[in-house]
Structure formats: structure tokens, C-alpha cells
């Protein structure tokens, strides 16, 4: 047990100092909304789809709203800031049609059983949704 400790102490400096991948520095919140829709304004992850292969490696397209959500989300860890993927349920989907940007047609095909998958910040003691798919952002809450 303690060649093991000892190896295991002996090798994290060689990681830190070497600059490797597996060093993990925590992601901050946003500063101020003005942060966030900068960041939103140069981000280019609306503008593409990012598909993925599944394990039986099968591309399947069956709306890319999670594939936005989480591109944003992996966009903003690279820069060290925290965003999270949430799920809104139909009711929520329905609440925040307007910023999502769903138009009627899409609204009247909706069943209860339908998500949408969206991006939270936080921003000091504020909660702020994105919709990845045109960079809306609304207040949605507070913390306490």
C-alpha cells in the first residue's frame, strides 16, 4: 500500500508540471450576464450540428437539442466557466415556447411524453436558462 502512495504522490507533480489533460481545474459561474452573452456572441455552437455515433455505432437524428446543449456546455468548460444541460419537461416547454423559438405547428405536435433540452448559468445568485439553438437567454430564478 505505501509503494503504491508513494508512487501515486511521486507521479501528480509530473502531471501538473507537464501541463497534461488529467489535471482538472473547477469551472466558475458567469460574472455578469454581459460575460455570458459575449461568450453566447462569439460561440459558434448554434450555428453547427454536431451529431454522435451510439455505442452500435448508428448515427441517429431525432432533434438536436441535446447535441447543442451539450456543445455549448463542453464550449464554455474549455474557456473554465460553468454552464449545466436541463431538461425541461412539456409543461416547461410550453412555458418557454417564445425562447425556445417554437413555432405553432411544432407546438400542436407536442405530446406530454416530449422534452426539450436547454442550458443553465448561474450568475452570481441568479439562475439564467440559455436555448442553444439561437442563444436566447432568460432569468429564471435565484439560488436562496
Not at 509530473?14 to 462569439?42: I, K
Amino acid at each position: 500500500m505505501r509503494k503504491y502512495l508513494l508512487v501515486l504522490v511521486l507521479l501528480i507533480p509530473v502531471l501538473v508540471v507537464t501541463g497534461a489533460n488529467y489535471v482538472f481545474r473547477s469551472p466558475s459561474d458567469w460574472n455578469s450576464v454581459t460575460e455570458l452573452r459575449e461568450f453566447l456572441a462569439q460561440d459558434d455552437g448554434n450555428e453547427r450540428v454536431y451529431l454522435k455515433a451510439g455505442r452500435d455505432g448508428r448515427i441517429n437524428f431525432n432533434g438536436a437539442c441535446e447535441d447543442r446543449a451539450f456543445k455549448l456546455r463542453d464550449n464554455a468548460l474549455e474557456q473554465g466557466k460553468r454552464l449545466e444541460a436541463e431538461i425541461l419537461t412539456y409543461a416547461e416547454t410550453i412555458r418557454y415556447k417564445d425562447y425556445i423559438g417554437i413555432t405553432y405547428e411544432e407546438l400542436c405536435r407536442l405530446t406530454s411524453r416530449d422534452s426539450h433540452m436547454i442550458v443553465k448559468a448561474y450568475v452570481d445568485n441568479e439562475i439564467w436558462y440559455i436555448e442553444p439553438s439561437n442563444d436566447r437567454i432568460w432569468h429564471t430564478g435565484y439560488l436562496d
